[in-house]
């Protein structure tokens, strides 16, 4: 089917702000008589505050008033708390105070004296696992999503048990098995066993997450960075302590993300409580850099163990996967899954068996980050792929073909539940991505050297869930013949809001400069919609925004019937008019019809609802009731299978063996996204996730003193994400495998996260090609540990050290 | 400890990255000196005089404002932003970022880590790219400043960056865009048909975690195209 909009690319309404600079995010909130809040964050890594002393902030000139704990209803254990009366990490918040200035709040919060007595600590999961080791948390030591807190110790036989270097597997809270693995394992040619580490990682978006409030009339007005404007607000609600209706929410830009930001934080709400206490004064807690990186979440660290057996061709038959998840202070987000899932649905191995356990750490809280889970798979396992293809003596994208679930996907299984997928061809993809990188013939020079200059080439795999379904739609045809795309979707950057928004133009037809997209806060009437994560917007709100529109031309029909006679199904839509098909002469422009929806009333106009709509959906529809023909509806399309979004990427390095420098050469990215329904949207995406993919591999990672837990990587300088100069100037390259999905109205899904890990461990996979193989079984693979490799000396870290190297 | 201290009060420019060494007229920029000072008290040890120094009114406030002492006079300054003149009370600690935003209501420069970083808060001093961030405001009084939103036409017409960025679909979250924007258009209007390399280099102060180089690199050359 020809489509006149999916497909093509078009600008996005709201770019032009962002380059002339009137984008208004949190921070740009101004107010009359507006106060600014600074925060107290502790000192230790983790304490119990025995005294708080506000004397003499109270005497700083400007000061307005304080927040203390006992002010904040506390949630249950390993949850971040708004203000906590026992820090769990260095930075977390104890006090708050407003001042009329920030000046004047910076100085009241010198002032507070805050005295604490120091609790047990821990940065490294190991270490709290020892049978004397501490627990982060007062309560426990290990918790997770669908996990309780509890106290986990495994035993000095479990450390003593295993290698220098091997990873102890004690007892774990999670564990699956599917297929016979000790057969596959004795029947393998070829089995490779390695422990490894990936470091934990600041998400460090560039807007910090300010944020700001007052009340009025009853109403909390909130500006919120966040990436997901109608699922982020009953979260933001109950933090508040409010009703969801007295909540008035802006975030029509967001500037940057990346999981960070996906729903509601503690954070996001403590303007409101503050502007709460001092009767409704507009509020702005402008955070710092520091702040938001102690605030910010970050991805969790693995430490690991992998056993993966394979047959003569490649294919891996058996594997034996055990992993250790860095939470930090708070049940997080269940990257443990993330990680087998992903390579039980990547590489389709016949029998696995998958343990891991969830450990808290007395470092900031981790949240989902891009891929969470999925990424630090892939670092972790695609170079133990290369080391099977070595020893198999078959060529590395071979193996990854005999493997790599491919041809639609009806064979093909998600996870270690064994789902059925929606569509897979990640294995056309790795083979296009072969073909246009040239593979077969540039893999022939792998460890060429030029001077100093190794080369070396990678190929990974990247995976994440990439849709969901059951959200809602809703569109309004006003009597100016306008549509108004009613969409909850946040503004990351990916565009997708509005990509999606076309979606409800392409099946009424419109002409896209006549389409208006409401978006940005409640004032804009949203319908209940997914969060802008996990790379599911494309597939979720393709479906709420078809059902929508299907809603809206089922109306158009019935309208034109009741007005012109006949059956509904006698009309068709045709250049934003209804038309009788017999005689499209016969008809009613959209502009006619929505104003006979609103002489009609009910349905037509929003007066009356579906009854399987969210409350926040009628919400919004009975808003605009009366005002056009609103088309509204649940979806309810058929779903069967996980949606996968899939990619392959190919990456060429030259490393300097005498300075330890990796120079990115070049990276192409293939897609398995379905139906590309934004081609310059996926390209952006796709150079910009292998960017992100770089920093992951190479430079970014978490750093605590052990001493006294306080994290050393807090500003941009020592987080060390990729610049400009990192990434090479013209090889950052993309292709799509182009196939629909199969389940999805307009074949389209996902892929936002899978195009960064896939980079990533392409990067990790190319190096360790251009230095004969070698596995750091670590990531990021940073300068030191190239030069200590390359020179054939042992590396400075304990081999499962994390979070101290 | 921020490790970030002042810099060569002979130098009209605030620190920068290594890449700035060398300014387009060939003028040596220093780069920073880390000192074991905090951002905090540097800011505070530049307020030469005895008296209280915690009166940096923000615009809305009313209740510093109204304080006035005997260096109220020496705290007006005029500052030329965007072509028009502003008489404004800026006390001597208060950084040009701040003084943008919160007295200027110019919110279009945005505060990414506040200590010369990311290049968010990029604006032209003279001509010059430098961070607001970490340029006190003291420093550039009498100075023509440029900010993102005096780049396009008084009419609305866009810079040719500006436009070239949009085709290109350069921004993402566009939280770094106004510095990006800030130090291209500095670098197009002395170099007109730069390399990508000169491009590259032009652009190596501004960080974007969206990772959106690429997109912006070819913004930039496609701007040099239409310029």
């Not at chain 1, 990490?89 to 910076?106: K, M, N």
């Not at chain 1, 929410?249 to 503690?266: D, I, L, N, Q």
């Not at chain 1, 398995?672 to 952006?684: E, F, S, Y």
């Not at chain 2, 048909?193 to 280099?201: D, S």
Request: charged fraction near 20%; glycine fraction near 12%; charge should be negative.
């Amino acid at each position: 089917m020809a489509y006149r909009l999916i497909g093509k690319n078009f600008t996005p309404p709201d770019i032009e702000a962002k380059v002339t600079g009137t984008a208004r995010y949190a921070e740009d909130f101004r107010a009359d008589g507006m106060a600014h809040i600074k925060i107290w964050g502790s000192r230790m890594p983790h304490g119990r505050v025995t005294r708080i002393d506000l004397s003499a902030a109270e005497r700083v000139p400007g000061f307005l008033g304080a927040l203390v704990p006992d002010d904040i209803k506390q949630p249950k254990p390993a949850s971040q708390a708004i203000l906590t009366s026992e820090p769990t990490f260095y930075g977390e918040p104890v006090v708050a105070v407003a001042a009329e200035t920030e000046q004047a709040a910076a100085d009241a919060i010198a002032a507070v004296v805050v005295e604490m007595e120091l609790l047990p600590f821990v940065v490294d999961p190991l270490e709290s696992l020892k049978p004397d080791g501490p627990n982060a948390l007062t309560g426990g030591n290990v918790t997770g999503s669908g996990i309780d807190l509890q106290t986990i110790k495994w035993s000095g036989r479990d450390f003593a048990m295993v290698a220098e270097g091997e990873l102890p597997r004690g007892q774990v809270p999670v564990e699956w098995t599917y297929g016979d693995v000790e057969a596959g394992f004795a029947a393998a040619k070829v089995i490779v066993e390695e422990s490894f580490v990936q470091a934990s990682n600041a998400h460090h978006a560039m807007e910090p997450r300010s944020a700001a409030a007052y009340w009025e009339g009853g109403k909390c007005h909130v500006w919120g960075s966040t990436q997901s404007t109608a699922f982020a607000q009953p979260g933001l609600a109950g933090l508040i302590g409010i009703p969801l209706e007295d909540l008035v929410f802006v975030a029509e830009f967001a500037g940057g993300g990346f999981g960070g930001k996906a729903g509601a934080y503690p954070l996001m709400a403590l303007p409101a409580l503050m502007s709460k206490k001092l009767g409704g004064r507009p509020c702005l807690l402008r955070v710092a850099r520091k702040e938001e990186y102690n605030n910010g979440y970050a991805r969790a660290g693995f430490q690991g163990w992998a056993k993966l057996g394979f047959r003569a061709d490649g294919r891996m038959i058996a594997a034996d996967v055990f992993t250790v998840q860095d939470l930090g202070t708070t049940t997080g987000f269940p990257d443990f899954n993330g990680f087998g899932n992903a390579l039980a649905t990547i590489h389709q191995p016949e029998a696995m068996h998958y343990r891991s356990i969830p450990v808290l750490t007395n470092t900031v809280p981790k949240g989902a980050q891009r891929g969470p889970g999925e990424q630090q798979c892939a670092n972790m396992i695609e170079p133990l792929l290369d080391k099977a293809a070595r020893e198999l003596g078959i060529d590395r994208v071979a193996l990854r073909l005999a493997n790599a679930p491919g041809g639609g996907g009806q064979d093909a299984r998600y996870g270690g539940k064994r789902d059925p997928v929606t569509s897979a061809y990640l294995r056309e993809a790795i083979a296009k991505g072969a073909e246009q990188f040239r593979w077969a013939e540039r893999v022939a020079d792998s460890g060429t050297r030029t001077g100093s200059k190794v080369r070396g080439y990678g190929v990974a795999s990247g995976f994440h869930t990439a849709g969901s379904y059951g959200f809602d739609g809703l569109v309004r045809i006003t009597p100016d013949g306008i549509l108004h795309v009613h969409t909850g979707v946040g503004n990351l950057g990916t565009y997708s809001y509005a990509s999606t928004s076309r979606i409800a133009a392409e099946v009424l037809g419109y002409d896209w400069s006549r389409v208006v997209i409401e978006r940005g806060g409640t004032a804009r009437h949203l319908p209940w919609n997914l969060g802008q994560f996990g790379s599911n917007t494309n597939y979720t709100m393709v479906r709420t925004n078809y059902v929508a529109a299907m809603d809206a031309k089922a109306k158009l029909q019935e309208i034109a019937a009741a007005a012109l006679g006949g059956a509904a199904a006698d009309y068709e839509l045709r250049d934003e008019r209804v038309v009788a098909t017999a005689d499209p002469a016969r008809g009613l422009s959209f502009a006619e019809a929505a104003q006979k929806a609103i002489e009609m009333g009910g349905k037509y106009a929003g007066q009356a609802l579906p009854e399987d709509i969210n409350p926040m959906t009628v919400a919004s529809a009975t808003a605009i009731a009366g005002t056009g023909l609103v088309g509204v509806a649940k979806d309810t399309l058929p779903q069967t299978g996980v949606v996968p979004g899939l990619s392959a990427s190919f990456v060429a390095v030259d490393v300097d063996v005498e300075t330890g420098r990796v120079d990115i050469l070049e990276c192409l990215s293939v897609a398995d996204c379905g139906l590309v329904i934004h081609p310059q949207g996926l390209a952006a995406q796709a150079r910009s996730a292998a960017v992100m993919g770089f920093g992951l591999a190479r430079t970014e990672r978490h750093i605590y003193d052990p001493a006294y837990a306080r994290p050393n990587a807090r500003g941009y300088h020592d987080a060390k994400p990729m610049t400009i100069l990192d990434i090479p100037a013209e090889g950052l390259h993309w292709a799509a495998v182009d196939q629909p999905d199969l389940v999805n109205p307009m074949g389209t899904k996902g892929i936002g996260e899978p195009l960064e890990g896939s980079a990533s461990a392409a990067l990790v996979t190319a190096i360790s090609d251009a230095l004969g193989g070698h596995l750091f079984n670590r990531a990021p693979v940073v300068t030191d540990m190239i030069l200590n490799a390359a020179e054939g000396l042992p590396q400075s870290h304990k081999p499962l050290a994390t979070n101290t190297v | 400890m921020d490790g970030i201290g002042p810099f060569d009060p002979t130098v009209g420019y605030p620190p920068g990255p290594a890449i700035r060494e060398i300014g387009p007229d060939g003028s040596k920029i220093p780069l920073w000196k880390p000192l074991h000072m905090s951002r905090r008290a540097f800011l505070r040890g530049v307020v030469c005089s005895g008296t209280v120094i915690a009166g940096s009114a923000y615009l809305f406030s009313t209740a510093t404002a109204a304080r006035a002492d005997a260096r109220a006079v020496e705290r007006m300054l005029r500052l030329t932003v965007n072509g028009r003149t502003h008489t404004v009370d800026v006390p001597p600690n208060e950084t040009l970022a701040f003084t943008i935003r919160y007295r200027l209501g110019l919110t279009g420069t945005k505060i990414g880590c506040n200590s010369a970083e990311c290049g968010a808060c990029n604006v032209m001093v003279g001509g010059m790219t430098v961070y607001s961030c970490s340029t006190l405001t003291h420093r550039v009084r009498d100075k023509e400043i440029t900010t993102v939103e005096g780049i396009a036409r008084p009419d609305g017409t866009l810079h040719p960056v500006q436009q070239a960025f949009i085709d290109e679909l350069a921004p993402q979250c566009g939280f770094c865009t106004p510095g990006m924007v800030v130090s291209a258009v500095a670098l197009l209007n002395v170099n007109p048909k730069p390399t990508i390399e000169e491009a590259r280099l032009a652009l190596s102060g501004n960080l974007c975690r969206c990772g959106a180089y690429d997109h912006y690199l070819r913004g930039v050359m496609t701007a040099a195209e239409r310029v």
